[in-house]
């Protein structure tokens, strides 16, 4: 029996066949080069060759099939849509309630990772980032954080206020982070020890 990330398995096609309607509603709109970019990571991040290989709109009803925060990310793509056009897609196709993205700009290639109770109110989010679970990326009164390109969040991490985390910079678990963190750097937050 083929894998169910395999073309020939009928899972697959019925997945697909299931998204076919947000497919095309994607496909249509600005948002189909972002979301076949954000699809391709996807497979990349959860290490599934063999859903890298599937046609894309194979891949995708995959992922919105199996992946809540996923769709979420796509309704977030649809944004500029009519309201009742997405209220309906919102409906058959169910976002993650626990995951809010209010971000300005989010560069192509986002993958969030388990999504419960995670925030991105970035003023901007570059591409191909990862975002674990409980992240909150939020403003202060005085602003809001500006995430590069490649950047990755660990759980639990908190990226807060007017401030930069420059490209292919790493923010540990549990990390909390208020300064500018340059390129390539890597922050953690105080390691447990044993008393």
């Not at 398995?9 to 948002?31: E, F, G, I, K, R």
């Not at 063999?50 to 995708?60: G, I, K, V, Y």
């Not at 790493?170 to 390129?183: S, Y």
Request: glycine fraction near 8%.
């Amino acid at each position: 029996m083929p894998a169910v990330e395999s073309a020939r398995h009928p899972a697959t096609w019925l997945v697909a066949a299931w998204a076919w309607p947000l497919w095309q509603v994607v496909q249509a709109s600005a948002a189909g080069p972002y979301t076949r970019r954000d699809a391709v990571w996807w497979a990349q991040c959860l290490d599934r060759p063999q859903l890298e290989r599937l046609p894309a709109s194979a891949r995708f009803g995959w992922l919105v099939a199996r992946h809540p925060e996923f769709r979420s990310l796509v309704h977030y793509r649809l944004t500029p849509l009519p309201w009742a056009v997405r209220l309906l897609l919102r409906a058959v196709y169910r976002p993650l309630p626990t995951l809010h993205l209010n971000c300005a700009v989010i560069g192509p290639g986002l993958f969030i990772e388990h999504g419960f109770a995670t925030t991105l109110t970035a003023r901007t989010v570059g591409r191909d980032c990862r975002v674990n679970q409980q992240v909150t990326i939020g403003h202060t009164s005085r602003g809001q954080p500006v995430i590069g390109d490649r950047v990755s969040i660990g759980a639990g991490a908190v990226v807060i206020g007017p401030m930069t985390v420059g490209d292919d910079a790493r923010i540990g678990a549990n990390a909390t982070v208020v300064r500018d963190v340059p390129p390539g750097a890597v922050m953690l937050a105080p390691p447990a020890v044993a008393r």
